[in-house]
C-alpha cells in the first residue's frame, strides 16, 4: 500500500488499489453547501471501488480513510 501526499496529509491507497489523490485530482472535497463536512471517494465512475469517507475536516476524512473506514460504498 503506497500513499501520496495531499498537501500536509499522506492518504493511503484505497483498499481497491487506487489513490484517491494521484489518480483523479477532485476526489477530497466539500460534501455540503455550508462546506463543514468533507469526503474523500474512490469514484466508481472512474474505475475505482466507490468507497466514500465522511469528515468534518480534510485531516478528520483523510484520518478515517487512512484507518479503513468506509461511511459509503456506491456499485
Known amino acids: 500500500m503506497s500513499k501520496q501526499s495531499y498537501g500536509e496529509f ?4 484505497c483498499q481497491c488499489g ?3 489523490v494521484t489518480d483523479y485530482l477532485d476526489n477530497l472535497y466539500y460534501c455540503n453547501r455550508e462546506k463543514t463536512e468533507f469526503n474523500i471517494c474512490c469514484k466508481f465512475h472512474n474505475g475505482g471501488c466507490g468507497r466514500t469517507v465522511y469528515g468534518k475536516t480534510v485531516q478528520e476524512a483523510v484520518e478515517r480513510w487512512n484507518e479503513g473506514v468506509n461511511d459509503e460504498t456506491i456499485y
Not at 499522506?10 to 491507497?13: A, L
Open 10 to 13: 499522506e492518504v493511503n491507497d
Open 18 to 20: 487506487y489513490n484517491p
